[in-house]
């Protein structure tokens, strides 16, 4: 449970680094938001297409 509450401020951290070398790269505010959305819906579209390996597959009717 500890490594689960660890995210949150590691997760602060690396996006308070990382958002200031994104906006100094592309010279805009706007890239860090671009690429979050861009990561985000490649997860979103991964999420959706993958299907699950534990579920039971459905049985036909006799």
Not at 36 to 56: D, G, K, M, Q, Y
């Amino acid at each position: 449970m500890a490594v689960l509450q660890f995210g949150i401020p590691v997760g602060t951290i690396l996006a308070f680094f990382t958002t200031g070398l994104i906006t100094d790269a592309f010279d805009s505010w706007r890239a860090p938001f671009l690429v979050a959305a861009v990561r985000v819906s490649s997860w979103l579209c991964s999420c959706c297409v993958s299907t699950n390996p534990r579920a039971v597959p459905p049985t036909t009717c006799p």
